[in-house]
């Protein structure tokens, strides 16, 4: 299953969703990280893949998280993927995989720095 039709499965499932209007950009790229992410995990059947998927997520949530604090990020994120457009979300696809990758890098360098 791809992921477009993934989240159109997701989507036609919830009921409508509240109003997203006052999202800033970089809370809205984040949050089509974190979706692309969830949506991911959801369709693979490797465990390894999973976790590295759930690290990703968890990178985006953490940057919301840190930029502000207060807000209940999980009900936003659910919010988010009842009314998110499914073709934005796959638009948003390799920017998100670039993001993770770039910050798996950056740590699996500092971990093999620290090693020497």
């Keep these: 299953m791809s992921l477009i039709a993934a989240l159109a ?4 499932l ?3 969703a509240d109003d997203l209007s006052d999202l800033k950009p970089q809370d809205k790229a984040d ?6 992410a969830v949506v991911a995990i959801g369709m693979s059947t490797d ?4 976790a590295g998927l ?3 997520a968890t990178y985006f949530f953490g940057r919301l998280q840190g930029r502000t604090p207060g807000t209940d990020w999980l009900a936003r994120f659910t919010t988010y993927i009842r009314s998110e457009p499914v073709d934005e979300l796959e638009a948003n ?3 998100c995989a670039n993001e993770i990758g770039a910050m798996a890098q ?3 360098s500092a ?3 620290m090693g020497e």
């Design 9 to 12: 499965a997701a989507v036609a």
């Design 93 to 95: 696809r390799m920017r």
């Design 14 to 16: 919830t009921a409508p």
């Design 106 to 108: 950056a740590f699996t």
């Design 31 to 36: 949050l089509q990280c974190m979706a692309v």
């Design 111 to 113: 971990g093999e720095a």
């Design 47 to 50: 465990q390894d893949q999973k």
């Design 54 to 56: 759930a690290t990703g």
